[in-house]
């Protein structure tokens, strides 16, 4: 039975990785809008965002005549063969002004609106996507018309462009009831799978009467396991996707690295889960007979006797570290509360056990004076 529930906890415990990735990522304002905004910090993604916003410009403004407009009489017949030639020294440009702060900040605020909007209709709140089709939709038409006053494209000719251009649908209209089902079980799930992991773990350590110590050791290592597949799956999931999207080997630099950048999240939760396995594989190898643990038991057994403050302050400052690791969110902060209530019952569990193993030395019997009767 308790390896049942050492290996239950381990599949619930990569559910929960994963909700726990989806939640953060996907479900916070201002985390999508950190990590789009190092998206266009990445040199591969300037250049694929550059490559798609020339060719919204060339294909909603007829960039040839606009530049015929602007030169004398003699020359305007050079316009369009000008506009041919200007393209990719215009993609070039391009991704240069995609690395400038205002840009940057229009590019910011762009993904903070639809992020914004998709939250709104997820909870509940229609009418508000009259202008786009029913879409999600992330607007780049300030970019692009940044762009097009950088090439030199008329005032005249900018009030023309379409009201859908430079705008990247996020999600269609007929999407969004499937997600607004899949964000209910994401939040319900995301406050109750944590404890439902160290619930299962807990079980199984006490229902093992004379092996405790040896389930302890396997929800660590359970644990360990999760936190290599969480990072197998994020590796191999990123290359399956790329290969999926494009086999432009240019695309496939940016959509890899808007991978990486997208999942930077997910990594820190797997690498957050291997250090919890670490902590509790420690904590059962430290109580346990190999001769290492024993002496350094020993050794500490006065410490643990006289001083018992200094290894609950080791504790707690490890427990300190862990905290600060990610994201103070309560689907995070709560279940580690209990992690940590379990943290300190299983140290004063082991001051208990070191004490039993290694009991203060006897007083040396008092010297009585010479003569003495």
């Keep these: 039975m308790p390896w049942v529930l050492i290996v ?48 919204q410009l060339y294909e909603n403004v007829d960039v040839g005549k606009a530049i015929s407009d602007r030169l004398p009489p003699s020359a305007k017949g050079i316009g369009p063969p000008l506009a041919a030639a200007i393209e990719p020294q215009l993609v070039q440009r391009t991704s240069h002004l995609l690395g400038r702060p205002k840009v940057q900040q229009l590019w910011k605020e762009a993904n903070r609106r639809a ?48 009201p859908d251009a430079g705008q990247i ?91 990486a950048i997208g999942t930077a999240l997910l990594r820190n939760v797997g690498i957050n889960i291997l250090v919890y396995g670490i902590l509790i ?32 302050g080791v504790v707690a400052f490890v427990l300190l570290i862990v905290l600060l690791t990610g994201p103070t969110d309560g689907s995070r902060v709560y279940p580690l509360l209990l992690l940590f209530a379990l943290a300190f019952v299983g140290t004063e569990v082991l001051r208990r056990q070191t004490l039993r193993e290694f009991p203060a030395a006897e007083d040396p019997p008092a010297l009585t004076p010479s003569g003495a009767s």
């Design 8 to 55: 239950l906890a381990a599949i619930i415990g990569l559910l929960a990785a994963l909700n726990v990735w989806v939640k953060r990522q996907a479900l916070s304002t201002d985390s999508w809008t950190n990590a789009s905004s190092k998206l266009l910090e990445n040199g591969e993604v300037r250049n694929a965002l550059s490559v798609y916003l020339v060719d």
């Design 281 to 312: 594989s420690f904590a059962a190898w430290i109580a346990g007979p190999s001769r290492p643990a024993v002496w350094v038991r020993r050794v500490s057994a006065p410490t643990m006797r006289d001083r018992p403050y200094v290894l609950y």
């Design 169 to 259: 649908v996020v999600m269609k209209g007929t999407q969004l009831d499937a997600a607004r089902k899949t964000v209910k079980v994401i939040r319900v799930l995301s406050y109750f799978l944590g404890f439902l992991v160290l619930a299962l773990f807990a079980a199984a350590v006490y229902i093992a009467h004379p092996r405790r110590r040896r389930m302890l050791m396997a929800a660590g290592v359970s644990l360990l396991i999760v936190g290599f597949i969480v990072l197998i799956v994020r590796r191999f999931a990123g290359n399956y996707i790329v290969d999926a999207l494009t086999s432009n080997p240019d695309d496939k630099r940016a959509i890899s690295a808007s991978w």
């Design 115 to 162: 992020h914004q909007a998709f939250m709104n209709l997820l909870n509940g709140k229609h009418g508000l996507l009259k202008t786009t089709n029913g879409n999600v939709v992330l607007d780049l038409q300030p970019i692009l018309n940044e762009l097009a006053q950088q090439s030199g494209v008329a005032a005249k000719a900018l009030s023309k462009l379409p």
